[in-house]
């Protein structure tokens, strides 16, 4: 009785220390805006601004369309990374054939940062969808592949065995042991493609767009609306911790036999 | 089993596995020779790290030998073969699959038709006593209950003969126990040859109609026991009690 008594006290403590935290930050924002109103919008002026936005769009594309835009291109892209990515993946991981013959040349393009595509896809395709689309699959569809491939090169030995004493065939070891044995790997990897995805996307609009997050914020410094600049940092925050959610939701459906996280 | 109605079932002839690690050679399995009898429940006892598992899985197929061959029913085989089973010293139960779909997958594998392989593999699950648990997932069952769908799978694939590496190794005392009753049982149920994998004394002369005694690295038969006593047997028995202090003299218990 005294135990969960104090535990029931310290878990109060702990969430005040949470919120206090929340209420400093917010204090030590008020106090910048007062200090320095042209740099730092107050929280009322950036609440204000939202509202305002809300009834009147920007290029007459409401805030919720500028934020579906940019979820849509990554949502291609990381759809499409995450389907020939997990093929290649696993080929890799699984054929010495297709590592020798590809392995060298995937590492040689791997490293090259997806911004540095930014000059040669802007002279080859413009400043359309799509080379905003394949920027944001560029940069995805390495991960998803090096995670693929190495939840394929670590399935257990054992697992393996199990097929082996059944007379598996290949198709059938890829599908019943290899392919469900790293399937945590590749989530890891999608989760991952997800948060790089929507980073990578951002830089794509602010580089050149009439639409989407990115695009706002940009229009925010052009015109020097920092609370605009506010907004679209919130959201974009907020939309980022929700792809994650979302991945690690869809990963619990997937893999119900993992029950440790 | 009378010693006129012996019909070899696998014969294993001069097997031998040597790694290479880095420059130097390690010989795991030197020259074992050895008849396993159709029906027959062989016990292979040897102390810990002596290349057990290294002979079981060359017989299996999983492992190829460096030189030697394993003949089933008189004909050379190489790489695993259907009528060979295996229950597993660490399970290698797939955690991504329900204790029934574990336990279905090699009919599975074989391209049975879903209701055929299900009734089969019930069947098993209902004799080692995991009625109900179909739906569960390995890591939802206890070490004991893991095993018991290990034995049920090797079954389901209906082979001849079984392999069972140390299966009770890493259970506690009084589930070995009931283990051990229950691996009994089955077999006189269902007809089988078993090869049990054991480095524990009292578990061989309980279990086996015979004992091969395997000496420490590399694997090597040291001797073989005929065990003539009746079944059930008990532990404090005198020609149990014999048995088993006239083979502990001969066994290195270097672990």
């Not at chain 1, 670590?154 to 065995?161: G, H």
């Not at chain 2, 130097?24 to 062989?42: D, G």
């Not at chain 2, 057990?52 to 790489?79: C, F, H, S, W």
Request: with cysteine.
């Amino acid at each position: 009785m005294e135990k969960i008594k104090k535990r029931f006290i310290s878990e109060i403590f702990y969430s005040i220390l949470s919120l206090s935290s929340i209420i400093l930050l917010i204090l030590g924002w008020m106090y910048l805006a007062s200090k320095r109103p042209e740099l730092f919008p107050s929280p009322q002026e950036t609440w204000d601004r939202l509202i305002l936005f809300l009834e009147k769009p920007i290029r007459r594309i409401p805030l919720y369309s500028h934020v579906l835009d940019s979820l849509r291109r990554v949502g291609i892209a990381v759809l499409l990374a995450c389907g020939f990515g997990i093929v290649l993946g696993t080929a890799l991981g699984w054929s010495r054939l297709v590592k020798s013959t590809f392995g060298t040349i995937f590492e040689l393009i791997r490293p090259i940062p997806p911004i540095a595509w930014v000059p040669l896809l802007t002279i080859w395709f413009g400043i359309g969808e799509f080379p905003k689309v394949l920027l944001v699959f560029i940069g995805t569809f390495a991960i998803v592949v090096v995670n693929t491939a190495a939840g394929v090169k670590m399935v257990e030995p054992l697992s393996l065995a199990v097929g082996k004493i059944f007379q598996a065939n290949e198709f059938q070891m890829l599908k019943e042991i290899v392919l469900p044995a790293s399937l945590p790997a590749i989530f890891a990897g999608i989760r991952t493609a997800l948060g790089v995805g929507w980073a990578i996307v951002l830089a794509a609009e602010m580089l050149g767009a009439v639409s989407g997050t990115g695009f706002l914020i940009t229009k925010g410094m052009s015109i020097g609306d920092t609370a605009l600049i506010f907004i679209c940092m919130f959201i974009i925050g907020i939309i980022g911790a929700l792809l994650s959610v979302l991945a690690s939701f869809i990963e619990r459906r997937i893999c119900p036999w993992k029950t440790d996280r | 089993m009378s010693v006129e109605n012996r019909q070899v079932k696998l014969k294993i002839e001069n097997i031998n596995k040597t790694y290479q690690v880095k420059k130097s050679y390690f010989t795991a399995v030197k020259n074992v020779s050895l008849e396993v009898y159709k029906n027959e429940f062989l016990v292979i006892l040897g102390p810990g790290l002596c290349g057990k598992t290294v002979l079981l899985n060359m017989i299996a197929g999983i492992e190829q030998p460096t030189n030697g061959k394993v003949y089933l029913d008189g004909e050379k085989i190489r790489g695993t073969h259907k009528s060979i089973g295996m229950v597993f010293q660490k399970l290698g139960l797939l955690p991504w699959k329900t204790v029934m779909e574990n336990t279905e997958i090699g009919p599975k594998l074989a391209g049975v038709k879903k209701s055929e392989r299900q009734k089969k593999a019930k069947n098993f699950l209902d004799m080692v006593g995991l009625t109900g648990f179909e739906k569960s997932y390995p890591h939802q069952l206890s070490g004991g209950m893991k095993q018991r769908v290990g034995i049920a799978r090797a079954y389901t694939n209906n082979p001849d003969i079984l392999i069972l590496d140390e299966p009770f190794g890493q259970l506690d005392a009084q589930t070995r126990y009931s283990m051990q009753d229950e691996i009994l049982r089955i077999w006189q149920m269902q007809k089988k040859t078993i090869i049990f994998v054991t480095n524990n004394i009292e578990e061989a002369i309980y279990l086996g109609d015979r004992i091969i005694l395997l000496g420490k690295c590399p694997a090597e038969i040291k001797k073989i026991y005929d065990i003539s006593l009746s079944r059930p047997r008990n532990v404090m028995d005198s020609g149990f009690l014999e048995l088993r202090k006239m083979i502990s003299s001969n066994m290195d218990l270097a672990v």
